[in-house]
């Protein structure tokens, strides 16, 4: 499983901006996947989740509302809309993925991204 983050870059507080992560090798009938957000010296944070079998999705409470993750199985890529920025959504976005939900939302999924930078000011 291969996991390819791209987009992000710098924005301005109150701008909009849109990651994407092209997703290969993985089984698109089961599983988790989403983005996680990591600072420096801070603990990292599940942003957003979408569970591939019912698309259902949820969200932090820091990003609802302002924050949208879709994914495209078609060509199998996940995204992530950021609308409202604002600076303490500065930080290192990571494509996250497995099979298990609850390795999922417990932080210790098997596969990640390299991760894509988002800055804010």
């Known amino acids: 499983v291969q996991l390819v983050e791209s987009g992000g870059g710098s924005v301005q507080a109150g701008g909009s901006t849109k990651i994407t992560c092209v997703v290969s090798?993985?089984?698109?009938?089961?599983?988790?996947m989403g983005w996680f957000r990591q600072v420096p010296g801070k603990e990292r944070e599940g942003v957003a989740s979408?569970?591939?079998?019912?698309?259902?999705?949820s969200y932090a409470d820091s990003v609802k509302g302002r924050f949208a993750i879709s994914r495209s199985s078609g060509v199998n890529t996940l995204y992530l809309q950021m609308n409202n920025l604002k600076p303490e959504d500065t930080a290192m976005y990571y494509c996250?993925?497995?099979?298990?939900?609850?390795?999922?939302?417990?932080?210790?999924?098997?596969?990640w991204g390299q991760g894509t930078q988002v800055t804010v000011s």
């Open positions: 979408i569970n591939v079998d019912d698309s259902s999705t």
């Open positions: 090798g993985f089984t698109w009938n089961r599983g988790t």
């Open positions: 996250v993925a497995d099979y298990d939900r609850a390795s999922w939302y417990l932080g210790h999924a098997e596969f």
